[in-house]
């Protein structure tokens, strides 16, 4: 009997995708703990949390938020863990479109910069430089409007536009 009970703990341990997070409503929390599934090899999470929070900036008409929802889906999509570049570029398109309905020009250079990427995935050379571009001319008019204004990026680089100007001479010089 206690071997029948085991099994069973253990199984429906399993059947939850998300195990060892705990439950939130908060739509930006389950965006980080999109990342967080990510980080951890765990792809069917990671799209369930980006995907709820999503879902949940649509009803509170949050366009911000409905873009990092949709930049981590394009991320996912984009990585090893997934490989679906065609499904990476929609959703960093979708995310350009809404931080450019709200002139969020950090965003935009951080998500065309990925966009950029997803490019390079499906061989487009000349879009994936040309977005390389746009990313530097969204970040220089962010720097210009909000000095201020940061975001992470990959910490090998000093700044973020040396970042992409080192992938434009790696992929399009």
């Known amino acids: 009997?206690?071997?029948?009970?085991?099994?069973?703990?253990?199984?429906?341990?399993?059947?939850?995708?998300?195990?060892?997070?705990?439950?939130?409503?908060?739509?930006?929390?389950?965006?980080?703990?999109?990342?967080?599934?990510?980080?951890?090899?765990?792809?069917?999470p990671a799209e369930k949390f980006a995907k709820e929070a999503l879902e949940q900036f649509k009803e509170i008409n949050d366009v911000f938020g409905q873009g990092e929802s949709l930049v981590a889906l394009g991320l996912l999509y984009k990585s090893n863990l997934m490989q679906n570049d065609q499904e990476a570029v929609e959703k960093f398109q979708q995310a350009v479109t809404l931080f450019q309905s709200i002139n969020d020009y950090s965003s935009l250079a951080k998500?065309?910069?990925?966009?950029?990427?997803?490019?390079?995935?499906?061989?487009?050379?000349?879009?994936?430089?040309?977005?390389?571009?746009?990313?530097?001319?969204?970040?220089a008019k962010s720097k210009e409007l909000t000095p201020q204004a940061t975001f992470r990026f990959n910490s090998a680089y000093s700044s973020f536009d040396a970042m992409v100007k080192d992938f434009q001479k790696g992929y399009c010089e």
């Open 1 to 44: 009997m206690h071997k029948i009970a085991l099994f069973l703990f253990i199984t429906s341990l399993v059947g939850c995708s998300a195990a060892g997070v705990i439950y939130t409503s908060d739509p930006y929390q389950k965006v980080s703990n999109s990342y967080a599934m990510m980080s951890q090899g765990r792809p069917i």
């Open 111 to 139: 998500t065309k910069f990925a966009l950029a990427n997803a490019y390079a995935g499906l061989n487009l050379k000349d879009k994936q430089c040309a977005t390389y571009s746009e990313s530097l001319e969204n970040y």
